[in-house]
Nanobody, 121 residues
Framework: QVQLVESGGGLVQPGGSLRLSCAAS????????MGWYRQAPGKERELVAV???????NYEDSVKGRFTISRDNAKNTVYLQMNSLKPEDTAVYYC???????????????WGQGTQVTVSS
């Protein structure tokens, strides 16, 4: 019922930039929080940044000042602008959305397929 299409990952040198996008589609009544998580090899998945449907944001400490999350509610799309990338940012990045199928319904949770970000010289 819901599809998430992620794009924008790739290989970049330290200090470089990438922009991730995640577009949601399907039978969605309303999207609430949209976020980006990442998982590096051998580590647990961690929150990178989240944005509410009102525009409030929260960031993991190590990306503050370097990453910016934004969203276009008309397009049901969330973005992650990543600047000053470091090798330790290397991970698979996953988009996550919290949404409802109807006004009176449970809040649901959906994950994208993940996109690889590799920061290396």
């Amino acid at each position: 019922q819901v599809q998430l299409v992620e794009s924008g990952g790739g290989l970049v040198q330290p200090g470089g930039s990438l922009r991730l996008s995640c577009a949601a589609s399907g039978s969605i009544f309303r999207i609430y929080d949209m976020g980006w998580y990442r998982q590096a090899p051998g580590k647990e998945r961690e929150l990178v940044a989240v944005i509410t449907n009102g525009g409030g944001t929260n960031y993991e400490d190590s990306v503050k000042g370097r990453f910016t999350i934004s969203r276009d509610n008309a397009k049901n799309t969330v973005y992650l602008q990543m600047n000053s990338l470091k090798p330790e940012d290397t991970a698979v990045y996953y988009c996550n959305v919290k949404y409802k199928l109807a006004l009176v319904s449970n809040l649901r949770d959906y994950w994208g397929q993940g996109t690889q970000v590799t920061v290396s010289s």
